[in-house]
């Protein structure tokens, strides 16, 4: 395992001065795939127009954190769950609380990337259109705009009704992107979005990412300690289901709390 | 150690190629006894019923006379049940399926009906005619109507049309789905918009062998009362109906030399229709081949 690039080393800050809004509070989470339990006793406050990383070995619940923030976790029908995630001060796990509106304020990107077999201009325009958009004039703008935002724009510009299977790896990764941003959330959740992907296409969708922090608040699972340091504003270290350190990126990789964070980031397991 | 042994190994290897080459002549053989046997049919039926085959055989109703006597009534007839039966039974199959696939909570209760409808598949067709007789002609009155024998038909293929729906539906990537949702779709948008059209294919591949299995049968419709002769073509539901089967079934029955001929001309036709959805369903199959 290769160590951490030289981490930038910013002074210890005194700036929680800025009182920054959190988008998601989680306390008191645990989570249990029918008897096995995969978190414990999480609490984490998760940032507006942040990119907050989530890091760890693999098994540890980084996935299952990152799904409950949207509950697609509950896709699988032996999970249980208790305590609290607020979403903007509503619990998410309310009973009225509608998924479906959580998941429109919440996007998805996912570790394989996953196009429908449909048009890129198709793909595109799912989003909008299951939440009501059918004028051709408001989809094609929201069409463009996405693409662009995601990067993509240029590459599709000219086969935009051509199957989204055309495209290469990194290239429907940056599309399932595009399908995300077209709904407008505000927070986009990313599951190790560029592991499966060659190192060039990773290099753009980390320099997406960066780019798209003005406007969203970005949660992304990664195993690459690098990528973590490289993007993340903050960056959270998971072990067996249970957080141990979550602080400023910079001060997690130069200057961790935890032996066990030590541990991991200098390579000594994971 | 006995792996390392030459000897050994050299005499295991040649148990297992005679073993090997044992069971593939014991394949093979199976295999040639189908094909002899299919070959042989269809050598019979063609040497037996192209002398009768002309456009006045389709076109003409049963007739005391063999050289009278055409499918017309029959073909007629497995159409309108093919008809009925695809709207029954494609209606309540698929959406059987869909619900057991996506909306029913895995559980002792989904299990058990899944076993039953996969028992279904193997009840005699005779029950389902008698099964038919009970519910259609006797409790709902319909008679020995093309209604009555196009809903008894269509109880028959049902749990074909579930079974391969349910497998069709199975086979989309639970990825597009999670795509779907975490959009904010509901179930529902996610079920219309992305699931039925990947597994439409699958579904229309099932159902035209589940119509071909249907066009094909005899027993349940002499039970629910399918005429053998008529000499007019159904007006609406409720009239009486022949099919091609029960024509042919009828002709083979008859004395005589020439009668025989003509059921083979029949058959002819009855496997014509086969072949066709049958080759319709392959070629969906084979257009629309997984591209995930
Ligand atoms: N669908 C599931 N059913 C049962 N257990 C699961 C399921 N998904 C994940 N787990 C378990 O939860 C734990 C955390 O998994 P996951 O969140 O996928 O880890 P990571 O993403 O960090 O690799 C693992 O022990 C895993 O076996
Ligand atoms: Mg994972």
Known sequence: ?270 | MPLRNQDDMYKRRKRRTAKNNIFRTLFFTATTVGLIVLAMLIYRVLSQGTGSLSWDFIRNFAAPYPDEAGLLAGIVGSLYLMGIVAIFSIVVGVSTAIYLEEYAKKGKLTTFIQMNIQNLAGVPSVVFGLLGLTFFVYVLDFGYSLLTGGLTMSLLVLPIIVVSSQEALRSVPSELKEASAAMGASKWQTIFRVVLPAALPGMITGSILALSRAIGETAPLLVVGAATAIYSLPDSVVDSYTVMPIQIYSWISKPGDEWPLLAAAGIIILLIFLLIMNTIAVLIRNKFQRRY
């Open chain 1, 1 to 270: 395992m290769s160590t951490i690039a030289k981490p930038i080393v910013k002074k210890q800050s005194e700036e929680k001065t800025i009182e920054k809004d959190s988008v998601f509070g989680v306390s008191n989470l645990n989570l249990w795939y029918g008897t096995d339990q995969a978190l414990y006793d999480i609490h984490m406050d998760i940032y507006k127009n942040e990119i907050t990383a989530i890091i760890g070995p693999s098994g540890c619940g980084k996935s299952t954190f990152l799904k409950t923030l949207n509950r697609m976790v509950e896709m699988v029908p032996i999970v249980k769950t208790s305590g609290t995630i607020k979403y903007n001060d509503e619990n998410i796990f309310d009973p009225k609380y509608s998924v479906e509106d959580l998941r429109t304020r919440v996007g998805m990107v996912f570790q394989k990337p996953n196009p429908f077999p449909k048009s890129i201009y198709d793909n595109v325009a799912y989003g909008p259109r299951i939440h009501g958009i059918k004028n051709k004039k408001d989809l094609d703008t929201i069409v463009e705009k996405s693409l662009k935002d995601a990067a993509l724009w240029d590459e599709v510009k000219d086969r935009l009704h051509e199957n989204a299977y055309g495209l290469s790896g990194g290239q429907q990764q940056r599309l399932c992107i595009a399908r995300c941003l077209a709904i407008e959330p505000d927070v986009i959740l990313m599951d190790e979005p560029t592991s499966a992907l060659d190192p060039i296409s990773t290099m753009k969708v980390e320099e997406l990412v960066q780019n798209l922090r003005e406007k969203y608040s970005i949660v992304i699972v990664t195993h690459n300690m690098q990528q973590a340091a490289r993007i993340s504003d903050k960056t959270a270290f998971f072990l067996n289901g249970e957080l141990v350190e979550f602080t400023e990126t910079d001060q997690l990789f130069s200057n961790p709390a935890d032996k066990r964070t030590e541990d991991y980031i200098t390579g000594r397991f994971g």
